[in-house]
């Protein structure tokens, strides 16, 4: 078996689809909490 990727690249990859997942994700919870306070608060 051959390994034709370095563990760097395999880290930075990992990374990047974290990020991928994550940015969206971290940007729907943040506009979940905005239009929550506003319904409870007024």
């Known amino acids: 078996m051959s ?3 370095s563990p760097r ?3 930075s ?3 990047l ?3 991928w997942v994550g ?3 971290a940007y729907g919870v943040y ?3 905005q239009k ?3 319904l409870f608060h007024g």
Request: aromatic share 10%; proline share 5%.
């Open 3 to 5: 390994n034709d990727s």
């Open 23 to 25: 940015a969206p994700f």
């Open 36 to 38: 929550a306070s506003r």
């Open 9 to 11: 690249d395999r880290r």
């Open 31 to 33: 506009e979940l909490v």
């Open 13 to 15: 990859l990992i990374v």
């Open 17 to 19: 689809a974290w990020l």
